[in-house]
C-alpha cells in the first residue's frame, strides 16, 4: 500500500525507516574503524572489518528505496549478480538517483539575502566509483591460493582505513532522491541520534 500524501511530500514513517537504516550502517562503519584503529590488530580484525564495510556499502545503495519494500527486495537481488556493471544498471533501473549525495549546508546571508544552499563535497564516494571499492572488498574475503604472492595486509588495511572515511564523508550530511522522485531526505548520520529530514521537490516554473 502507498503510504505517500497527496502532496507527494513522505510519511514519518518513511523517514523513521530512513533514520534506522542509517543508524544500522553507522554502526557498521564504527565497529569497522575500531577494529582498524586498534592495537594490535591482525587479518581477523581486516577480514571482519571489510565484510563490516562490504554490507554498508551495499545497505547504502539500498538506502533510497528503504519505504517501498518491493524495490527494496530487487535491489537486495542485484547484488547477486556476478557483473558489477549489471549490479549498477539494476539499482538505476529502480533508482536513477538511488546512491547518496555528500553535502555541505551553506547558511543564508542575511545581507545579501540569498538562501542556504547544498554544495557537493570532495573525497566522498560517488556513484562513478563506489562499485570498484565494493568490488575491491569483495575480493579480500575469497579464499587465498597457496600459489599465489600472499596478501599485502598492510596495503590492504590502509585501503580499508581509506574506505571508511570516504563513507563517513559520504554519509555524514548527505541528501538522497527516495524511489519515485518527488522528494528528498537530507540526513546528518554523525549526529546522536541519526537525523533526518524530508524535502518535497519544487517544480520548475518554467515547465
Same mark, same amino acid.
Given at each position: 500500500?502507498?503510504?505517500?500524501?497527496?502532496?507527494?511530500?513522505?510519511?514519518?514513517?518513511?523517514?523513521?525507516?530512513?533514520?534506522?537504516?542509517?543508524?544500522?550502517?553507522?554502526?557498521?562503519?564504527?565497529?569497522a574503524r575500531g577494529l582498524l584503529y586498534k592495537k594490535p590488530s591482525?587479518?581477523?580484525?581486516?577480514?571482519?572489518?571489510?565484510?563490516?564495510?562490504?554490507? +554498508?556499502?551495499? %545497505? @547504502? $545503495?539500498?538506502? /533510497?528505496?528503504?519505504?517501498?519494500? !518491493? *524495490? &527494496?527486495?530487487?535491489? #537486495?537481488? =542485484?547484488?547477486?549478480?556476478?557483473?558489477?556493471?549489471?549490479?549498477?544498471?539494476?539499482?538505476?533501473?529502480?533508482?536513477?538517483?538511488?546512491?547518496?549525495? +555528500?553535502?555541505? %549546508? @551553506? $547558511?543564508?546571508? /542575511?545581507?545579501?539575502?540569498?538562501? !542556504? *544552499? &547544498?554544495?557537493?563535497? #570532495?573525497? =566522498?564516494?560517488?556513484?562513478?566509483?563506489?562499485?570498484?571499492?565494493?568490488?575491491?572488498l569483495s575480493s579480500m574475503l575469497h579464499m587465498q591460493n597457496p600459489?599465489?604472492?600472499?596478501?599485502?595486509?598492510?596495503?590492504?588495511?590502509?585501503?580499508?582505513?581509506?574506505?571508511?572515511?570516504?563513507?563517513?564523508?559520504?554519509?555524514?550530511?548527505?541528501?538522497?532522491?527516495?524511489?519515485?522522485?518527488?522528494?528528498?531526505?537530507?540526513?546528518?548520520?554523525?549526529?546522536?541520534?541519526?537525523?533526518?529530514?524530508?524535502?518535497?521537490?519544487?517544480?520548475?516554473?518554467d515547465t
Open positions: 500500500m502507498d503510504k505517500t500524501p497527496e502532496n507527494g511530500a513522505p510519511t514519518v514513517d518513511d523517514v523513521r525507516l530512513y533514520e534506522a537504516h542509517m543508524e544500522r550502517i553507522k554502526l557498521r562503519i564504527e565497529e591482525d587479518e581477523r580484525d581486516l577480514l571482519y572489518a571489510v565484510l563490516q564495510l562490504r554490507i +554498508a556499502i551495499e %545497505e @547504502t $545503495a539500498c538506502a /533510497s528505496l528503504i519505504a517501498n519494500r !518491493a *524495490s &527494496f527486495e530487487d535491489a #537486495e537481488k =542485484a547484488f547477486r549478480l556476478k557483473r558489477f556493471e549489471d549490479v549498477q544498471k539494476a539499482l538505476k533501473s529502480l533508482n536513477p538517483s538511488y546512491w547518496p549525495e +555528500a553535502v555541505k %549546508e @551553506t $547558511a543564508p546571508e /542575511s545581507k545579501t539575502g540569498a538562501v !542556504a *544552499s &547544498f554544495n557537493p563535497v #570532495e573525497d =566522498a564516494l560517488t556513484d562513478a566509483d563506489w562499485l570498484k571499492i565494493w568490488g575491491k600459489w599465489l604472492p600472499k596478501h599485502d595486509i598492510k596495503r590492504n588495511h590502509q585501503f580499508a582505513r581509506t574506505v571508511v572515511n570516504k563513507l563517513v564523508t559520504t554519509l555524514n550530511s548527505h541528501v538522497t532522491k527516495l524511489v519515485g522522485g518527488k522528494y528528498f531526505v537530507m540526513a546528518q548520520v554523525w549526529a546522536s541520534p541519526v537525523r533526518a529530514y524530508s524535502f518535497g521537490l519544487v517544480p520548475n516554473s
